[in-house]
């Protein structure tokens, strides 16, 4: 029988903005609200923070799909795969854009799961640059390990 755990990573925006070449946006004035940041002076968070978040994906991610999509080799006790999630949270603390950055090294099943458990969670605590509220890009790994008994 597989036995299974999942892991949170908590990435920073600035991991994303070395993946992905983009600019950090600098506060200059009103019109640069509507950049996205990939550093501020205070990261987005999940209400609770991750201890609230590791509570929310706990009870809605489902457990049941790492056993089901991670196959155990002959001789292997345990096996993992882990789902790099990039999204956006804007200024009201919505969540947009939400993709896995790393399709290729995890079960399409698993990164589904991945999105939908981050799409259809609760307002984040918006990113503040300068005192005001701004959209920023952040990451989140989720890693699904599953061992023999």
Do not use: C
Request: proline letters at 4%; aromatic letters at 8%; charged letters at 25%.
């Amino acid at each position: 029988m597989k036995r299974f755990l999942f892991l949170l990573i908590f990435g920073t925006s600035a991991d994303i903005a070395q993946a992905q070449n983009d600019t950090v946006g600098v506060y200059l004035g009103d019109d640069s609200l509507d950049r996205i940041f990939t550093v501020v002076q205070v990261e987005a968070q999940f209400p609770g923070g991750v201890s609230g978040w590791t509570k929310y994906v706990q009870e809605n991610l489902n457990a049941d799909l790492g056993a089901k999509y991670i196959p155990l080799r002959k001789g292997e006790k345990m096996a993992k795969q882990t789902a790099v999630v990039a999204f956006i949270v804007d200024k009201e603390g919505n969540i947009s854009d939400v993709s896995v950055v790393n399709p290729g090294s995890i079960h399409r099943k698993l990164a589904e799961e991945a999105i939908r458990v981050i799409k259809n969670g609760p307002k984040w605590i918006p990113a503040m640059q300068n005192g005001r509220p701004v959209m920023s890009r952040k990451r989140q790994d989720i890693t699904w390990v599953v061992t023999a008994d």
